[in-house]
């Protein structure tokens, strides 16, 4: 722990404090780590801690500075437990602060690091009441397993109420009977959003509006409500679109990876059709439209990944990448401009990510270069003696690893020494709904025989093996990571692994060769070679064991043909 030097802030006048706690206050909440540690010359962590309103802390988390925050707790040594007492926040820790805006990196930084998430504020929130409508799935599901193994609780609107009213309130500790108009979720009674917030505190508390005083001279005339431009025609094409939107986006994924190319046109031109009706009614139709998306099964992230893709294509409006950048922005509760950086895939638009791919790549060019030296689409084009499928096939079968056996120890060896890995994973669906991972594929540049692992192997000792495995790969900041519509796979192997995973090192093939229109799988292989990339297992059972021999093919050869694409996309 780095020590500061020893200038408490007993020794300084209120106003001092005050003024010098403000200074400390914007130092921690800006992007920049030297002003704060300059901010920081002459304090104690004790003094962080204890200073009134916001500390630095929560503020670093609060303006979800995570470089900061990580400075506050591990080299000064503040107390990620820290209470503020400020009369609207009292009881309120950083991971509260950073759960209120919706900061998944730190509030998952501040679990790890001990944060407590057994409190109720004086709001009568918890860190998972807010969680619920702010934070990402498996963020969530992280709080409620910490909750679990801290179990005793503080509740601070028992101790500290200030007797208003309030949304996203912890159901467990609600101190008033429930009302008709409450809306009730699994973990939060009456879940906010950015827009939904708006206004929604004076409305719960009337008796704190002031009325101005006004006079009959100085009255101005109400002006009448925006009336509905709509027709009755126009008003029922827009509920039949929304109808077929919300069904076609329940399988997004699955059109994606089918390269489903006339579904998904189908699908812009409804998304299209809605913007440009609802827009022509003047009220605020954008939160009931985003309430509408986050309903739909498919993980509301992927979706305003979706959307986000749609704003930067070339036959998109100016007015239409503003009413899809602002329906992102609401879908997942955050300012506008910082609304995409809360997608998964941590990309702005594909034409962005395609540019900062290709930085990646010429940053690491040569080492790119002799890695892929002899890959090529060519070697999955089999000539077998009177056959002639036209269609592309693996050199070898796949390794089928579902035991510590020895084509894991291989693998384990192989990823040792290699510095591109590419990766891909089939789905299945529950019963209830969700989509989860049922096998990953491991292929990497000089081996012949791709690795597909079972993700559904019941023992415990192999599940670990495995998912130490994909933490190697993934967090290996040396390492560069192939994948394709990574925005689809990353998701479902956090939720596996229970953490979030870094994307900096990671290679989208779709991306890469991204422009107006996203393309599949298939479609990309055919820009480099004549024979075609099958998708007859695409939609097969990948729960069921054993994979039949297809299945295996399929699977290896969907992670096995990119580094081959990756080396095609450099000759050109």
């Known amino acids: 722990m780095t020590a500061l030097s020893f200038h408490t802030s007993s020794s300084l006048s209120v106003d001092q404090q005050r003024c010098n706690a403000s200074k400390l206050g914007r130092a921690a909440g800006s992007q920049s780590l030297e002003t704060l540690q300059q901010a920081l010359e002459g304090w104690t962590a004790a003094d962080l801690d204890n200073l009134p309103g916001k500390n630095p802390l929560?503020?670093?988390?609060?303006?979800?500075?995570?470089?900061?925050?990580?400075?506050?707790?591990?080299?000064?040594?503040?107390?990620?437990?820290?209470?503020?007492?400020a009369e609207f926040s009292y009881g309120k820790t950083p991971i509260f602060f950073a759960a209120t805006k919706c900061r998944n990196d730190v509030v998952l930084y501040l679990l790890e690091q001990g944060a407590c998430v057994t409190i109720v504020n004086n709001k009568g929130q918890s860190v998972r009441s807010i969680a619920s409508s702010h934070l990402l799935p498996h963020v969530i599901e992280r709080i409620c397993h910490y909750e679990q193994l801290q179990g005793q609780w503080t509740n601070y609107r028992k101790t500290h109420s200030d007797s208003l009213e309030y949304g996203d309130l912890d159901p467990r500790f609600l101190e008033r009977p429930l009302r008709e108009n409450d809306i009730v979720t699994e973990h939060a009674v009456n879940p906010t959003t950015k827009q939904s917030r708006q206004g929604s505190f004076l409305r719960k508390n009337p008796h704190l509006v002031v009325k101005p005083k006004t006079t009959t001279n100085n009255r101005k005339p109400r002006r009448?409500?925006?009336?509905?431009?709509?027709?009755?025609?126009?008003?029922?094409?827009?509920?039949?679109?929304?109808?077929?939107?919300?069904?076609?986006?329940?399988?997004?994924?699955?059109l994606f990876k089918n390269d489903d190319a006339s579904a998904l046109e189908m699908l812009q031109q409804d998304i299209m059709m809605i913007l440009q009706?609802?827009?022509?009614?003047?009220?605020?139709?954008?939160?009931?439209?985003?309430?509408?998306l986050q309903t739909v099964g498919t993980a509301f992230t992927r979706i305003a990944e979706y959307l986000t893709s749609l704003s930067v294509r070339g036959n998109v409006s100016k007015r239409e990448r503003a009413l899809l950048t602002k329906l992102v922005?609401?879908?997942?509760?955050?300012?506008?401009?910082?609304?995409?950086?809360?997608?998964?895939?941590?990309?702005?638009?594909?034409?962005?990510h395609s540019q900062a791919l290709q930085a990646l790549i010429l940053d690491r060019r040569e080492e790119l270069d002799v890695i892929l030296a002899?890959?090529?689409?060519?070697?999955?084009?089999?000539?077998?003696?009177?056959?002639?499928?036209?269609?592309?096939?693996?050199?070898?079968?796949?390794?089928?690893?579902?035991?510590?056996?020895?084509?894991?120890?291989?693998?384990?060896?192989?990823l040792l020494h290699c510095r591109l890995t590419a990766i891909d994973t089939e789905w299945y669906n529950r019963s209830d709904g969700t989509i989860h991972v049922a096998t990953l594929q491991i292929a990497i540049p000089g081996h012949e025989r791709p690795w597909v692992l079972d993700l559904l192997k019941e023992s415990l000792e192999f599940q670990q093996r495995s998912k130490d495995l994909v933490q190697h790969i993934l967090f290996d900041p040396s390492r560069l990571i192939l994948g394709f519509a990574m925005g689809n796979d990353l998701p479902k192997l956090e939720l596996w692994l229970g953490t979030e995973l870094p994307r900096n090192t990671c290679l989208d093939i779709q991306m890469l060769h991204g422009g107006d229109q996203l393309k599949g799988l298939a479609r990309i292989v055919q820009l480099y070679s004549k024979c075609e990339l099958s998708k007859k297992?695409?939609?097969?059972?990948?729960?069921?064991?054993?994979l039949s021999d297809a299945q295996m093919e399929y699977a290896g050869l969907d992670a096995a043909i990119l580094p081959a694409l990756m080396a095609e996309w450099l000759r050109q």
């Open 329 to 352: 922005a609401e879908m997942l509760g955050t300012r506008r401009n910082e609304s995409v950086l809360e997608v998964t895939t941590s990309s702005k638009d594909s034409s962005h």
């Open 537 to 546: 297992e695409q939609c097969s059972s990948w729960s069921d064991r054993p």
């Open 277 to 292: 009706l609802s827009d022509k009614q003047k009220g605020s139709w954008i939160p009931e439209a985003a309430q509408r």
């Open 224 to 254: 009448k409500p925006p009336s509905n431009a709509l027709s009755a025609e126009e008003a029922n094409q827009v509920s039949d679109t929304w109808t077929r939107v919300l069904e076609t986006l329940k399988r997004i994924d699955i």
């Open 374 to 414: 002899n890959e090529s689409i060519a070697r999955f084009q089999l000539s077998t003696p009177g056959i002639d499928d036209g269609v592309l096939h693996l050199p070898e079968p796949p390794y089928w690893v579902d035991t510590l056996s020895e084509e894991l120890l291989l693998l384990e060896e192989v």
């Open 58 to 85: 929560h503020m670093a988390a609060w303006q979800g500075c995570i470089e900061n925050v990580i400075h506050l707790v591990e080299h000064v040594g503040c107390n990620v437990n820290s209470i503020s007492a």
